[in-house]
């Protein structure tokens, strides 16, 4: 395979856990065909647009889960 690179600002995609525990981001194309790219970068800003993610703070620990709501859970 040819060497390819291309800036990724504006790449949409999503960050998945593999069944080896790494974090990879899979990018799929018109086709829904898709690439899992290695996370090289230490560094690299990310804005989530997922309405099903959640920021949960919890005495076990600091989370990004799924929001009541995703998870069918009601706030009786």
Same mark, same amino acid.
């Given at each position: 395979m040819e060497f390819e690179k291309k800036n990724a600002i504006g790449q949409r995609g999503f960050l998945i856990r593999?069944?080896?525990n790494e974090i990879m981001?899979?990018? %799929?194309?018109?086709?829904?065909d898709f690439v899992d790219y290695e996370i090289t970068n230490h560094d690299c800003e990310v804005v989530i647009i997922d309405p099903s993610a959640a920021l949960i703070r919890h005495?076990?620990?600091d989370f990004?889960? %799924?929001?009541?709501?995703?998870?069918g859970v009601s706030k009786n």
């Open positions: 593999t069944i080896h981001f899979r990018v %799929y194309d018109d086709n829904q005495p076990a620990g990004l889960d %799924y929001t009541d709501e995703a998870m």
